[in-house]
């Protein structure tokens, strides 16, 4: 038996986001009930909201709510208890990396939270998202919110917290580090607010230096502006980690120079064209270049308590349902500071 729920979605126009009605799966053995309380705006959201689907389309992988039902095998979580559901729902627990926690990275595939197909449960309808009443999620994939977060600021931190706090962690950000981070915007402010909370010496690359103020509040060090180009003679051998998260065509090898010895540069962003290095810049001071996805189930945990921990929440403009295609403009134009987050009450 499944249920019926209000969510909101992309039916026929592309990127335009509309009330729909979708139905929920009954519970399964090791499922929760999880009434959505907040649901953050991902730019991946978009995108996906720009693609020519051939189903319904329902957003939604930064998700804060309330369980309300469990299944009667489910051990870890209980009804009352707040959860957050990020971006992928189910995997198949077998391969080397599940099994070392690398959720992400499952060799069989990970399922999406949402435009995936669960093949693990033989589902012939894709996932749909957190832009919506409710959800169903196995309890291994809903992590538990620490009481001192505010639910509203904290739901960016399933998808951009964990994007940004992987890496760091990873590549050693902390005391005695120099970590810059390319670009400021819903992903990039979260990020820098947990390399300082890491310890790290914190630098931010901007286009402008229209957020300089910010960037020194979030605790960074400085905010470069760029507008005339990588400062490669006053910043050269400088950072021990750069992360890119930006997704426009970018001087990457510029920036590979201004790494230190045995220094990485990771890439978050997916911009349309190939990155272009030359091979001397990697030869040079031992450089590396590298890339990171999404951290695994128990690294989101873990940089859930941490955040807890510092007090590192994203800053939020919390919105009504109806306002999420106005949203997603000012989403496109740059114009949020940081992230919009929607209120489950208005779905």
Same mark, same amino acid.
């Given at each position: 038996?499944t249920?019926?729920?209000?969510?909101?979605?992309?039916k026929?126009?592309?990127?335009?986001?509309?009330?729909?009605?979708?139905?929920?799966?009954?519970l399964?053995?090791?499922?929760?009930?999880?009434?959505?309380?907040?649901?953050g705006?991902c730019?991946?959201?978009?995108?996906?909201?720009?693609?020519?689907?051939?189903?319904?389309?329902?957003?939604?992988?930064?998700i804060?709510?309330?369980?309300e039902?469990?299944?009667?095998?489910?051990?870890?979580?209980?009804?009352?208890?707040?959860?957050?559901i990020?971006?992928?729902?189910?995997?198949?627990?077998?391969?080397d990396?599940?099994?070392?926690?690398?959720?992400?990275?499952?060799?069989?595939?990970?399922v999406?939270t949402?435009?995936?197909?669960?093949?693990?449960?033989?589902?012939?309808?894709?996932?749909?998202?957190?832009?919506?009443?409710?959800?169903?999620?196995?309890?291994?994939?809903?992590?538990?919110?620490?009481?001192?977060?505010?639910?509203?600021?904290?739901?960016p931190?399933?998808c951009?917290?964990?994007?940004?706090y992987?890496?760091?962690?990873?590549w050693?950000?902390?005391?005695?580090?120099?970590v810059?981070?390319i670009?400021?915007?819903?992903?990039?402010?979260?990020?820098?607010?947990?390399?300082?909370a890491?310890?790290?010496?914190?630098?931010?690359?901007?286009?402008?230096?229209?957020k300089?103020?910010?960037?020194?509040?979030?605790?960074?060090?400085?905010?470069?502006?760029?507008?005339? $180009? @990588?400062?490669? &003679?006053?910043?050269?051998?400088?950072? %021990?980690? =750069?992360?890119?998260?930006?997704?426009a065509? !970018? #001087?990457?090898?510029?920036?590979?120079?201004?790494?230190?010895?045995?220094?990485?540069?990771?890439?978050?962003?997916?911009?349309?064209?190939?990155?272009s290095?030359?091979?001397?810049?990697?030869?040079?001071?031992?450089?590396?270049?590298?890339?990171?996805?999404?951290?695994?189930?128990?690294?989101?945990?873990?940089?859930?308590?941490?955040?807890?921990e510092h $007090? @590192?929440?994203? &800053?939020?403009?919390?919105?009504?349902? %109806?306002? =999420?295609n106005?949203?997603?403009?000012?989403? !496109? #134009?740059?114009?949020?500071?940081?992230?919009?987050?929607?209120?489950?009450?208005?779905?």
């Amino acid at each position: 038996m499944t249920t019926t729920v209000r969510a909101w979605g992309v039916k026929e126009n592309r990127n335009h986001v509309e009330l729909v009605e979708i139905e929920r799966r009954d519970l399964r053995e090791d499922d929760l009930r999880v009434r959505i309380e907040y649901s953050g705006i991902c730019h991946t959201d978009i995108h996906n909201a720009e693609a020519d689907l051939a189903w319904l389309f329902v957003p939604g992988h930064e998700i804060i709510g309330v369980v309300e039902e469990v299944g009667p095998k489910v051990t870890r979580h209980k009804v009352g208890d707040r959860v957050g559901i990020g971006c992928f729902v189910d995997a198949c627990d077998e391969c080397d990396n599940c099994r070392i926690g690398e959720t992400s990275y499952c060799d069989t595939g990970v399922v999406t939270t949402y435009n995936g197909l669960n093949k693990y449960h033989g589902e012939t309808e894709h996932t749909r998202g957190g832009y919506a009443q409710q959800i169903i999620v196995r309890e291994d994939f809903a992590l538990k919110i620490p009481d001192s977060l505010d639910p509203a600021a904290a739901a960016p931190l399933l998808c951009a917290g964990i994007t940004t706090y992987s890496p760091l962690k990873h590549w050693g950000a902390g005391p005695g580090k120099r970590v810059a981070f390319i670009g400021m915007g819903g992903l990039g402010h979260v990020g820098v607010k947990i390399a300082v909370a890491m310890g790290a010496e914190v630098s931010v690359f901007s286009q402008s230096d229209a957020k300089k103020e910010d960037a020194a509040k979030f605790g960074a060090k400085e905010l470069i502006a760029t507008r005339d $180009g @990588v400062p490669v &003679d006053e910043y050269g051998n400088h950072f %021990d980690l =750069i992360i890119n998260t930006v997704s426009a065509e !970018i #001087d990457i090898d510029s920036y590979m120079e201004l790494l230190r010895l045995d220094g990485t540069l990771v890439q978050l962003g997916l911009p349309s064209e190939p990155l272009s290095v030359g091979v001397r810049t990697f030869l040079q001071k031992r450089r590396s270049l590298a890339g990171s996805l999404v951290g695994g189930i128990p690294e989101t945990q873990e940089m859930l308590d941490f955040c807890a921990e510092h $007090g @590192v929440v994203a &800053d939020v403009e919390v919105i009504g349902a %109806d306002y =999420i295609n106005e949203a997603y403009r000012r989403t !496109i #134009d740059s114009d949020v500071r940081y992230r919009f987050v929607i209120d489950g009450d208005t779905f």
